[in-house]
């Protein structure tokens, strides 16, 4: 029997409309649907007005549903994986299912699309030919600064994801390893209340002092240049 395809698609990060319309053409072609969360993807797709099949694959079942369904691969099923929200593998445990289906002579295949991390940098102006990604960083803070300290004085935009009850932390764990260095925040991008805010970690963290922090944060950090010696 010749296995079925497994798909990793790519599916909004907020706003609906930015599905593409190849997503949408497998996910109704597809036999089965593996989410991170059923309900959220449930939901997207009655918006979308599709009926498929879901079952539930994320960092906590990844071992014994990740054979479940190369299983059903190897019977000729076809799979996609989505995630709450943009790319999945990235920052998730989706990368193993891929790896072991490539290890079993299954077709994988991307389709492309929203991912919280291009859009992020693409808005923050600043020269992004290559960047450092972090994803989601350490919860306790001296874990943490050790990630930041690990790029300290490179030249390369640093980018990751954080929670909004960590975030005030983390631009002062920011200041206090890379100093006034250069900060896009962007939160919840794509959706009603789409912010950016640029500056300094300082400036950063007095915006957000008046209002309630909420929604979840990409955020994109420029180190300062070094001073150059002047010549006598």
């Known amino acids: 029997?010749?296995?079925?395809?497994?798909?990793?698609?790519?599916?909004?990060?907020?706003?609906?409309?930015?599905?593409?319309?190849?997503?949408?053409?497998?996910?109704?072609?597809?036999?089965?649907?593996a989410a991170e969360d059923t309900r959220v993807t449930g939901n997207l797709l009655k918006h979308l007005g599709i009926e498929k099949k879901l079952t539930s694959y994320h960092?906590?079942?990844?071992?014994?549903?990740?054979?479940?369904?190369?299983?059903?691969?190897?019977?000729?099923?076809?799979?996609?994986?989505?995630?709450d929200a943009g790319t999945p593998c990235i920052s998730d445990s989706g990368w193993l299912l891929v790896d072991e289906a490539e290890?079993?002579?299954?077709?994988?295949?991307?389709?492309?699309?929203?991912?919280?991390?291009?859009?992020?940098?693409?808005?923050?102006?600043?020269?992004?030919?290559r960047f450092i990604f972090l994803g989601f960083l350490k919860k306790k803070p001296s874990k943490k600064r050790k990630e930041f300290e690990a790029y300290k004085g490179s030249k390369l935009p640093v980018v990751f994801f954080e929670s909004p009850y960590r975030i005030m932390d983390t631009l002062d764990d920011i200041k206090q390893v890379y100093g006034e260095c250069f900060v896009s925040?962007?939160?919840?991008?794509?959706?009603?209340?789409?912010?950016?805010?640029?500056?300094?970690?300082?400036?950063?963290?007095?915006?957000?002092?008046?209002?309630?922090?909420?929604g979840e944060f990409c955020?994109?950090?420029?180190?300062?240049?070094?001073?150059?010696?002047?010549?006598?």
């Open 1 to 33: 029997m010749t296995p079925g395809t497994l798909y990793i698609v790519a599916t909004p990060i907020g706003n609906l409309e930015d599905i593409t319309l190849r997503a949408m053409r497998v996910l109704k072609e597809c036999d089965i649907v």
């Open 59 to 83: 960092e906590y079942n990844k071992t014994g549903k990740g054979n479940y369904l190369i299983e059903l691969l190897l019977a000729g099923k076809s799979i996609a994986v989505v995630s």
């Open 103 to 129: 290890k079993q002579g299954i077709a994988v295949v991307a389709v492309p699309g929203p991912s919280a991390v291009v859009a992020a940098l693409s808005i923050s102006g600043i020269d992004t030919d």
């Open 185 to 214: 925040l962007c939160r919840e991008i794509t959706k009603k209340f789409e912010e950016v805010v640029r500056g300094t970690p300082d400036e950063v963290k007095a915006h957000f002092k008046e209002k309630k922090v909420l």
């Open 219 to 232: 955020v994109v950090v420029k180190q300062s240049e070094p001073e150059k010696e002047s010549e006598e």
